[in-house]
């Protein structure tokens, strides 16, 4: 669709080239995200929510207020070495978590995956703080994520390998705060 008629925040609508999942599909999709992570977690513990920041701030807000169950929240920030739009793999902690994860059930809420290098060395480093399990939640996936074995239990969107932006997720900070995701256009990264 254009990203005229999208109701872009003004300033925002000619950097868009087009809007890849307008804000309602979101929705509808995290509220079926939340019913299947509600079914297969009956338990006596409610399942820590590690949302990673930034990209999947908007993400976890809405989808723990639709998870149908009681969830704790839990925020990290890391940061892959990279260009502005891949990552290397070599990731750094800028925020870890507040508590020792030690026999709790893990959800790492993310807002996508593409090479898949950050999740790969997210995972590994949880797995060594010895919690219960470790679930995977993911609102989009690029292609490209299928290169590295990873085992991601959720996933929101499969979507074509382009640079995305909006609902969270960011070129050089902007665009976090869009209600759906965009496509940038081609003029704002060349
Ligand atoms: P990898 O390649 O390690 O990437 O799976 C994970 C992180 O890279 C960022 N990323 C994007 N950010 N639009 C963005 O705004 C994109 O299309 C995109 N692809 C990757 C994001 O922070 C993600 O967690
Ligand atoms: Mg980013």
């Known amino acids: 669709s254009d990203a005229t008629d999208s ?5 925002y609508a000619d950097e868009l080239s087009a809007v890849l999942i307008d804000g309602a599909t979101l929705q509808a ?15 006596d513990t409610p399942p820590l929510l590690v949302c990673v920041l930034k990209g999947a701030v908007m993400f976890v807000t809405d989808f723990a207020r639709a998870l149908p169950i009681p969830a704790e929240l839990e925020f ?8 502005a739009t891949s990552s290397s793999g070599v990731v750094r ?4 978590l507040d508590r020792d994860i030690t026999g709790r059930r893990v959800i790492i809420v993310e807002d996508i995956i593409d090479s898949g290098l950050t999740l790969s060395w997210l995972l590994k480093n949880l797995a060594t ?10 609102l989009l996936r690029k ?8 085992e991601v239990d959720y996933v929101g969107f499969d979507i074509p390998n382009e640079f995305v932006v909006g609902y969270g997720l960011d070129y050089d900070e902007r665009y976090r705060d869009l209600p759906f ?3 940038l256009g081609e003029h704002m990264y060349r």
């Not at 902690?93 to 870890?96: P, S």
């Open 7 to 11: 109701g872009a925040p003004h300033g």
């Open 29 to 43: 999709k995290i509220a079926e995200l939340a019913a299947a992570v509600a079914a297969d977690h009956h338990l």
């Open 76 to 83: 990290m920030a890391v940061t892959s070495y990279g260009s």
């Open 93 to 96: 902690i800028l925020k870890d």
């Open 129 to 138: 703080r010895g919690p219960a399990a470790i679930d995977v939640v993911a």
């Open 143 to 150: 292609p490209e994520a299928v290169k590295v074995d990873i």
């Open 181 to 183: 995701v965009g496509l």
